[in-house]
């Protein structure tokens, strides 16, 4: 019942609702932004729009999940939605080298530069590596794996957002964190 | 083995890493940057109506309107319409000065 009050209020766009859902989310929101992008002004960037995205549809919203659910997949949305452009731009990039454009072309692989303050300076390197191997798997088990180990959220909550059964939810994470494995595995063999 | 043993340390504590990630905090002004921007978007959607005409457009417009303009004022400067209202009162008699009488 409060939370339909306050749905109502955000629909009627008042800066009070705004100002509350923000001192609410933010640090949730965020926490899943840089779960996904670990670059700490990037992540502000898409939570900033997943905010204005709120504002723009919340007229859309018919309460079929709870408000903190459809904030969370708009965020995931968000995210990935990032991350494939970014990941474009590179491909782009790397294609225009090859054509010979003097295109300055930035030979990470990497869709952004890893930039996370809450990763401890004895972790970064394999805290990048892993990040980077997450971003090779494919975008379900992305999404699964980020959520449940670096967001901290449960299977139910995942089950919720992504709109997928639990079994679906156990079998994806089971599936990543063998892809995780081998892409380990392969990487450290290859390192020296 | 060895090679094997240590590979398989390191895949473990790779995984490890991500459990020692520390929470972070926003920046102190995500809020005000936020707010701002949700409710200039707002006043930024009125002006959408015309957003459409880009100062491209307005420049190309006001330069048909003046061609326009200096076209016309050309075409009337050198229109013919008085000899040939002229012409037609004279070979047709109704011309004011070669109006002739039988009585003069």
Same mark, same amino acid.
């Given at each position: 019942?409060?939370?339909e009050?306050?749905i109502?209020e955000l629909?009627?766009?008042?800066?009070?609702?705004y100002?509350?859902?923000?001192?609410?989310y933010?640090? &949730?929101v965020?926490?899943?932004?840089?779960?996904?992008?670990p670059?700490k002004?990037d992540?502000e960037?898409?939570?900033?729009?997943? /905010?204005v995205?709120?504002? &723009?549809s919340i007229?859309?919203?018919?309460?079929?999940?709870?408000?903190?659910?459809w #904030?969370?997949?708009?965020t995931?949305?968000?995210?990935?939605e990032f991350?494939?452009k970014?990941n474009?731009k590179?491909? /782009?990039? %790397?294609?225009?080298?090859i054509?010979?454009?003097? #295109?300055?072309?930035d030979?990470?692989n %990497?869709f952004?530069e /890893?930039?996370?303050p809450?990763?401890l300076?004895?972790n &970064?390197?394999k805290?990048?590596?892993?990040?980077?191997? #997450?971003?090779?798997?494919?975008?379900?088990?992305?999404?699964v794996f980020?959520?449940h180990?670096v967001?901290?959220?449960?299977?139910?909550e995942?089950?919720?957002?992504?709109e997928?059964?639990?079994?679906?939810i156990?079998?994806?994470? /089971?599936r990543?964190?063998?892809?995780?494995q081998?892409?380990?595995?392969? %990487?450290? &063999?290859n390192?020296v | 083995?060895?090679t094997?043993?240590?590979?398989a340390?390191?895949?473990?504590?790779t995984f490890e890493s991500i459990d020692h990630?520390?929470?972070i905090?926003?920046s102190?002004?995500f809020?005000?940057?936020?707010m701002?921007?949700?409710?200039?978007?707002?006043?930024?959607?009125?002006?959408?109506v015309?957003s459409w005409?880009?100062?491209?457009?307005q420049?190309?417009?006001?330069?048909?309107?003046?061609?326009l $303009?200096?076209f016309a004022f050309?075409?009337l400067?050198?229109t013919?319409?008085?000899s040939?209202v002229?012409n037609?009162a004279? $070979?047709?008699s109704?011309?004011?000065?070669?109006?002739?009488?039988?009585l $003069?």
């Open positions: 019942m409060l939370e009050k306050f109502n629909g009627q766009g008042t800066r009070k609702a100002s509350q859902l923000i001192d609410d933010e640090q &949730k965020f926490a899943t932004c840089i779960s996904f992008v670059n002004e992540a960037d898409i939570a900033q729009e997943v /905010f995205e709120v504002f &723009k007229k859309k919203f018919k309460a079929r999940s709870k408000l903190s659910t #904030i969370y997949r708009i995931t949305n968000k995210c990935l991350i494939r970014k474009a590179k491909r /782009f990039a %790397y294609m225009q080298s054509f010979g454009n003097e #295109i300055p072309f030979k990470t %990497y952004t /890893f930039n996370h809450g990763v300076l004895e &970064k390197e805290s990048a590596t892993i990040f980077k191997a #997450i971003n090779q798997l494919p975008e379900s088990q992305k999404v980020t959520l180990k967001d901290g959220k449960s299977y139910n995942i089950s919720e957002i992504t997928k059964s639990m079994s679906s156990e079998s994806l994470m /089971f990543a964190k063998k892809n995780l081998q892409q380990l595995e392969y %990487y450290y &063999k390192e | 083995m060895n094997n043993n240590n590979i340390e390191e895949v473990k504590s990630i520390q929470d905090k926003t102190p002004f809020k005000d940057k936020t701002r921007k949700l409710f200039d978007a707002e006043v930024e959607e009125d002006k959408i015309f005409f880009t100062p491209k457009l420049l190309a417009s006001l330069v048909c309107v003046i061609a $303009n200096i050309i075409q400067k050198s013919t319409y008085d040939n002229s037609f004279e $070979n047709y109704l011309s004011a000065n070669s109006e002739t009488s039988i $003069n």
